[in-house]
């Protein structure tokens, strides 16, 4: 990943991409009218011979206007290329058309934040999540994720899961490793991750300590799945300094749960963990840090869901420069036993013990 110590463009070319993000908005909307009206995938089918604008008319039931107007848009964004008569589906074309992270990501922006974005000056200036209400009436998302729209679930989901699941192999033979008995899960959600535990262990007691609203998701879902025995619900908002916690786990669990929060907040969080853990318990914090990726479009995706949190989520959250982060686990009494970068999609897995 780059250093950002240097400004890679020179004039002409800043001149060029001001221009790029002048019109962002329109490009975004036009690649995704191009995917969800079948125009990439009809050219991704015609291979590199490509089709004409009356073929691909033909095809997906698009007018002809509405088909040369979208692909030449797409010409000048490099989504496709020209060989008269045919439009030919580019590299670019190919990630947003087949690309479960670009679709995650293309929808997540267009069903969650697109019209939120619109108040993010307010949201800066005021330090609350000013563009929740284009989605609902609620202080934070989070009291609202079970009552957003369908769509906005849907992607809100698919998101947050896309990025979560694909480390879990690697997160349960770690965490399982010295066979805990007992496992609290702080936001667990849906209780995917309390699922995923049960399944691979069949002895261990996954308390889920989250929303009211959370818990009863989680809950209906390890019933589902017949885990209702060993899967628990604790009541609880992070958010309230006073919160007592349960006591007598093995292993403390947050995943991608303390970058909802402020620093002051996760200092809090913390605190509390470390007041309620025993002596030889340990805390598995699973983390995505922007400086800690490998490539710069991780980082940079990173970056733009911090705006999320900003605008949407609750106004004062993001993800974190890792050394940032460590201060505050230093400071509730926390010190780190292992850290382990570049798991899945870029986690990071943070091993936590009390600090002598």
């Not at 001001?18 to 991704?44: C, N, S, Y």
């Not at 974005?117 to 005021?126: N, P, Q, R, S, V």
């Not at 786990?249 to 996760?266: G, T």
């Not at 400086?291 to 993800?319: E, H, I, K, P, V």
């Amino acid at each position: 990943m780059t250093s950002y110590q240097n400004d890679p463009l020179n004039a002409l070319e800043a001149k060029t991409e001001a221009q790029k993000l002048a019109f962002a908005p329109i490009v975004f909307h036009t690649a995704r009218t191009l995917r969800d009206l079948g125009i990439l995938t009809a050219l991704d089918n015609a291979g590199k011979t490509g089709l004409n604008a009356k073929e691909i008319s033909e095809q997906t039931g698009v007018s002809e206007y509405g088909v040369k107007v979208l692909l030449d848009m797409a010409l000048s964004a490099h989504i496709v290329t020209w060989n008269k008569p045919n439009y030919i589906l580019a590299n670019l074309g190919y990630f947003l058309v087949n690309d479960g992270m670009t679709r995650a990501n293309l929808d997540f922006t267009a069903d969650v934040c697109y019209a939120a974005m619109m108040h993010l000056t307010e949201a800066i200036k005021e330090g609350t999540p000013a563009g929740l209400k284009e989605l609902g009436d609620w202080p934070t998302i989070y009291e609202g994720l079970s009552r957003l729209p369908e769509k906005a679930k849907e992607s809100w989901f698919n998101f947050d899961h896309f990025y979560s699941d694909r480390s879990f192999p690697i997160l349960l033979e770690r965490v399982f490793a010295n066979k805990p008995k007992k496992l609290f899960d702080i936001g667990g959600n849906t209780g995917k991750w309390a699922l995923q535990c049960c399944n691979y262990d069949s002895d261990v007691e996954v308390t889920i300590i989250d929303l009211p609203q959370q818990i009863n998701m989680a809950m209906s879902n390890a019933d589902q799945q017949g885990f209702a025995d060993r899967v628990k619900g604790y009541p609880a908002n992070m958010l309230d300094a006073e919160q007592s916690l349960p006591e007598g786990a093995d292993v403390w669990w947050m995943s991608q749960f303390l970058d909802c929060f402020s620093p002051m907040e996760i200092l809090s969080i913390l605190r509390r963990v470390r007041k309620s853990m025993s002596e030889d318990a340990t805390v598995y914090i699973l983390e995505l840090f922007w400086d800690a990726q490998r490539y710069d479009a991780a980082a940079f995706s990173l970056n733009a869901t911090s705006l999320y949190f900003t605008c949407l989520a609750n106004g004062n959250s993001r993800f974190y420069r890792s050394d940032d982060f460590l201060e505050l686990v230093a400071e509730a009494g926390l010190e780190v036993v292992t850290r382990t970068d570049d798991i899945g999609l870029g986690h990071t897995l943070l091993e936590l013990k009390k600090a002598k």
